[in-house]
């Protein structure tokens, strides 16, 4: 039977519209993914001890002034992969590392630059606070004396200056000359955290950086990270969703040694594609 012309030429246009429709919301959605500026890129990256493959095959991409969480349950990956951004896993033995990363161009699993140089860009914030065994002032002076920035009234201000960025100059100011040991595990992190700033990084890594810490202290970190985003390159990694639900900008999920999804953070918690991010988010594993 034929179809009548005005009929078919309205399914024609009804199709063509909808042909339309669809390439305009993809070319949204690319355009959506590619809306900013790749500041960490990892490569095919494998990660070996002994006979043991740890990290299988990263493929992962780290937005720049963004809070990137790389999330999974303990003993996935996370961390090993955290400590290969700043060449971390170079001091252990029986190592073996294949693949790239590159930081901005610089694949920095195949220079000959000064590892102390490249380390100078990352400030590292481990899940167990360790402040240096000297004062509070000497914490936070001893990056920049060891730059060679040692003038007394320059370093004064840079000491207030990144106290006051993680809310402790008011908690310190009259404890300076004091031993950091006597802060309070909160107050040992935040210090932490303002040495590694004090060093002018582009990239904060931060390797459960609240796990050992009080509620209070945990929110305070977390609410720090959010404020600073804006200057700074950040990859959190947690194993605790909630906490990666309400920071996180940027998500890679990992689970046995590789990446299994990753993306924007409202994409993967709220319309995971992968049946393992899936269960994670159901709380199925943890």
């Given amino acids: 039977m034929a179809r009548h012309p005005a009929r078919a030429g309205l399914t024609q246009r ?13 070319a949204l959605n690319f355009k959506h993914m590619n809306n900013h500026t790749t500041k960490i890129k990892i490569e095919n ?22 809070l990137t969480v790389i999330l999974g349950p303990s003993g996935c990956g996370k961390t090993t992969l955290l400590k290969c951004l700043n060449r971390l896993m170079d001091i ?14 610089q694949d920095i699993l195949h220079t000959k630059n000064n590892l102390n140089v490249l380390r100078q860009r990352m400030g590292l914030l481990s899940q167990q606070p360790y402040p ?37 100059w008011d908690e310190v100011k009259d ?15 935040r210090l932490c955290l303002a040495r590694g700033l004090a060093v002018d990084p582009e990239i904060i890594l931060a390797d459960e950086p609240t796990s050992a810490l009080d509620p209070i202290s945990s929110e305070a970190i977390e609410k720090k990270f959010t404020e600073l985003k804006s200057r700074y390159t950040i990859v959190v990694v947690t194993h605790i969703l909630r906490q990666a639900k309400r920071v996180a900008d940027n998500v890679i999920f990992m689970y046995l040694g590789e990446v299994i999804e990753q993306g924007p ?15 994670f988010i159901k709380g199925v594993f943890n």
Avoid at 14 to 26: E, F, T
Avoid at 176 to 188: N, V, Y
């Fill in 14 to 26: 009804k199709m063509i519209k909808g042909v339309s429709l669809r390439l305009c919301v993809s």
């Fill in 132 to 168: 240096l065994p000297m004062n509070i002032y000497r914490n936070i002076t001893y990056g920049l004396r060891i730059s060679g920035r040692r003038k007394k009234k320059f370093l004064d201000k840079r000491v207030e200056h990144y106290l006051n960025m993680v809310n402790l």
């Fill in 175 to 189: 404890r300076l000359k004091e031993p950091a040991s006597r802060l309070s595990i909160g107050q040992q992190q």
């Fill in 92 to 105: 252990y033995p029986d190592v073996k590392v294949n693949g790239n990363i590159f930081i901005d161009s």
């Fill in 45 to 66: 990256l494998d990660l070996f001890i002994g006979k043991n493959h740890i990290l299988k095959n990263i493929n992962a991409e780290i937005p720049k002034n963004k």
């Fill in 265 to 279: 953070a409202e994409e993967i918690f709220n319309n995971p594609k992968e049946k393992k991010t899936k269960q």
